[in-house]
């Protein structure tokens, strides 16, 4: 059997990202002075710092990372984005129907995706 169990993301600065990460309910396992490794439920996300290098990328690549999503489920979307607007978090795209799933996106420090979809059975 094999199982996916989580993904890494390049960074810019993990001072940045943990705290965004860990506002959206992960927890951290392990950091070192350029890696993080984050945990939400029962899956992992890592973040490599990379500094400079992700900062210097052109537009075409930052563009390129919209398409990367980090992908979690959500009870109530709706719940969710009033929390999220309470709490003043940037929503990228407020909850909308798209015929297959309710989903709201952030982006995260670096530009990439962070998708949130309605758990509930449609």
Wanted: aromatic share 10%; hydrophobic share 40%.
């Amino acid at each position: 059997m094999i199982t996916f169990a989580g993904m890494s993301l390049p960074v810019t600065s993990l001072d940045r990202s943990v705290p965004f990460y860990t506002s959206l309910g992960f927890t951290t396992e392990v950091r070192t002075d350029r890696f993080a490794l984050l945990r939400l439920g029962e899956s992992t996300l890592g973040l490599l710092e990379l500094g400079a290098v992700v900062a210097q990328e052109d537009a075409r690549v930052r563009r390129l990372r919209t398409f990367v999503q980090v992908e979690l489920l959500a009870d109530d979307i709706d719940q969710l984005y009033a929390e999220f607007v309470a709490r003043g978090v940037a929503v990228h795209s407020p909850p909308r129907d798209r015929g297959f799933e309710r989903q709201l996106q952030l982006r995260d420090p670096d530009g990439f995706t962070v998708e949130f979809a309605d758990h509930s059975p449609r």
